[in-house]
């Protein structure tokens, strides 16, 4: 493999794979070096083979945990297994590569059952591609890795999954059914008592997450035609959109980072589960979480009738009369005046502000991360921008962001772009793509932070 091909797929196929990771330079190696290898300051080191004399540097702000090195490992593997055969239809090329980054995948998180996850996975791409009755198919399936099936009357996944009758069985969420590391079918389970335990998954499939540990993974085939991977209770794998997605959830959360102390793990988690709660519910959304410092910035593009905090409306009062008092017109100044001239409560009954009456009711006073998982996915997907402050208040819910300008793209992009020179802020699109994005000081400008799906 060539200098310049080792580079494109570095940039093109295993960057997009790991949320935040970019190429940091290169070093010079040796014939003693590994291919792979875990480097200084949170970096990994890659080249195409022992022999060659360089190894890319490969940097995040998060180190990078030994499974991953694996992946890459067996990435780089199957990649250079294809390469030799000198294949010169790009076309060609680039399917048989995805194909083999879907086989690394699975084997980086069982050995003995990848060749039954992959085949199940093939047979429900052929469901995602079909109907039922004029209804797309939502399956569950679960790879038991640590029991076998009996000896009596054997049936394969291969057998049962090509049946109709298989789109009938399972919901993906609470009923599932169960083959061995070999493919012989166990039998069905359901999710419906399953025990608390910690996941980081989407909501929809809070129960898949708990019941899938270091023994069990999880297939799961959703009616939009995604397929998503369970294992050691957290999502870890989704083709979506015809590509693969590895979800890195604690560098997302950790590129959350705020200028904050208290409880900010705790509301990075809240706000990045969010986001993928509103991702497979397919909602879209612009979720944003403001820096400490620049609350008072951030309030100036917000309407005072969307915040829902009498502590923020009263700043964004302040804000107001302030520059009601700098207005040449004092037509338009009286009547700021007049209008702010009543307190919180009174200033959203005259204005009959039906929507923050009603959010206020329903949250309390509580922070974002005392409220119900799901309740905040449907608060959320209120068309306009959900805006947290650095401590976990919620300042707005279906905020219509006052645009900067020159901004560029559709209406929700250029919310949250605006919003991100304030903190981080994540777009959510229908399709399921999650966006972050927040403000470059050196570049003096918005830059992307991650992009996952």
């Excluded at 949320?19 to 480097?39: H, K, M, N, P």
């Excluded at 190894?55 to 499974?67: C, D, H, N, P």
């Excluded at 964004?316 to 040449?328: F, P, T, V």
Aim: with cysteine.
């Amino acid at each position: 493999m060539t200098k310049s091909e080792f580079y494109d797929l570095v940039n093109n196929m295993i960057i997009p794979l790991f949320t935040g990771s970019y190429v940091a330079g290169e070093l010079e190696s040796s014939q003693r070096d590994l291919e792979v290898a875990l480097g200084k300051c949170n970096s990994i080191l890659l080249k195409p083979s022992k022999m060659d004399d360089y190894r890319v540097i490969l940097k995040r702000g998060q180190a990078f945990k030994v499974s991953e090195v694996n992946l890459i490992k067996l990435i780089l593997k199957e990649i250079d297994d294809i390469s030799k055969f000198g294949i010169a239809d790009e076309t060609y090329y680039r399917k048989l590569c995805n194909l083999a980054i879907e086989k690394a995948l699975i084997e980086s998180i069982t050995e003995s059952a990848s060749s039954t996850v992959l085949g199940i996975v093939h047979s429900m791409e052929k469901w995602a591609n079909r109907t039922y009755e004029g209804q797309t198919v939502d399956l569950g399936v679960i790879v038991n890795l640590a029991t076998n099936s009996d000896e009596v009357n054997k049936v394969c996944y291969s057998d049962v999954l090509s049946k109709d009758f298989s789109a009938l069985f399972t919901d993906g969420i609470s009923s599932f059914i169960e083959f061995d590391s070999k493919g012989y079918m166990l039998g069905y389970v359901s999710a419906k008592q399953t025990k608390s335990v910690a996941t980081i998954s989407p909501y929809k499939f809070e129960k898949a997450s708990r019941i899938c540990n270091d023994k069990r993974i999880g297939i799961i085939l959703t009616q939009k035609g995604d397929i998503l991977i369970f294992y050691a209770h957290q999502l870890v794998f989704a083709k979506r959109n015809g590509n693969w997605c590895v979800y890195s959830h604690e560098e997302i959360i950790r590129l959350l980072q705020n200028n904050v102390s208290y409880a900010a793990k705790q509301i990075r988690k809240s706000i990045y589960t969010t986001a993928l709660d509103c991702s497979f519910a397919y909602n879209g959304a612009c979720i944003v979480y403001i820096n400490k410092d620049n609350t008072l910035e951030a309030l100036n593009h917000i309407d005072p009738a969307d915040i829902i905090s009498e502590e923020h409306f009263n700043m964004k009062k302040q804000i107001e009369l302030e520059e009601a008092g700098k207005l040449y017109n004092l037509g338009n100044a009286q009547g700021i005046i007049e209008k702010f001239s009543v307190g919180y409560e009174d200033f959203l009954n005259n204005n009959k502000c039906i929507k923050s009456m009603t959010l206020r009711k329903i949250i309390a006073g509580k922070k974002l991360f005392e409220l119900d998982r799901k309740f905040i996915e449907e608060m959320t997907a209120v068309d306009g921008a959900t805006i947290v402050d650095y401590d976990g208040t919620i300042i707005a819910v279906g905020a219509i962001v006052k645009i900067g300008a020159g901004s560029q793209g559709g209406g929700r992009l250029a919310a949250t772009q605006t919003m991100a020179k304030y903190g981080v802020a994540i777009k959510v699109s229908q399709d399921g793509i999650m966006a972050g994005y927040t403000y470059d000081k050196k570049k003096n400008d918005v830059k992307q932070i991650f992009y996952v799906g």
